[in-house]
T-cell receptor, first 112, second 114 residues
């Protein structure tokens, strides 16, 4: 069965600095990987996905993620953080026809 | 266009009562998913529908939970004899089809069992 780990419950970063939110996964087949963001009192919003192709995936709001097969990781990155990026971030994986499995989430706090 | 909508947005109920949570998916989306989000627990998959059929009910936590979907559109998640541990945010999502990559989420229903 597939699983996702987000090892950090909380990430703090100063505005303007680069940010990384970590995600590792485990699947038996080829992974389909996703990042979602949840703002306070809102539903989840899709940020980006990796299905196949280039290991560096670009998504919404200037975010990108790098698929690393050997390390089974899919870390979310942004070169310069904004205060408005403060939210809860979820990594998710699916394997073929299976439903998405989500990590427990990482709360990102960007400090002005 | 309209996104996924859920009602009610908040529900407070007494232990032992039944509750119904409603999800209206994006028009034309054939796949619909229910998740539960508890504090500090991430998202827990409950059930998904392809059309009106539910191929995977493995995530339903107990037989007090049931869900149906009619007309390939609206879905209702029913919790019978609610318990305090059922308190959570219940999220619904839809996708164009079951193998679609992006799921679109509703704002959720916050259920509080007192």
């Amino acid at each position: 069965a597939q699983s996702v780990a987000q090892p950090e419950d909380q990430v703090n970063v100063a505005e303007g600095n680069p940010l990384t939110v970590k995600c590792t996964y485990s699947v038996s087949g080829n992974p389909y990987l996703f990042w979602y963001v949840q703002y306070p009192n809102r539903g989840l919003q899709f940020l980006l996905k990796y299905i196949t192709g280039d290991n560096l995936v670009k998504g919404s709001y200037g975010f990108e993620a790098e698929f690393n097969k050997s390390q089974t990781s899919f870390h979310l990155k942004k070169p310069s953080a904004l205060v408005s990026d403060s939210a809860l971030y979820f990594c998710a994986v699916r394997d073929g026809n299976t439903p998405l499995v989500f990590g427990k989430g990482t709360r990102l706090s960007v400090i002005a | 266009g309209a996104g996924v909508s859920q009602s009610p947005s908040n529900k407070v109920t007494e232990k032992g009562k039944d509750v119904e949570l409603r999800c209206d998916p994006i028009s034309g989306h054939t796949a619909l998913y229910w998740y539960r989000q508890s504090l500090g627990q991430g998202l827990e998959f409950l059930i998904y529908f392809q059309g009106n059929s539910a191929p995977d009910k493995s995530g339903l936590p107990s037989d007090r939970f049931s869900a149906e979907r009619t007309g390939g559109s609206v879905s209702t998640l029913t919790i019978q004899r609610t318990q305090q541990e059922d308190s959570a945010v219940y999220l619904c999502a839809s996708s164009l089809r079951q193998l679609s990559y992006e799921q679109y989420f509703g704002p959720g229903t916050r259920l509080t069992v007192t």
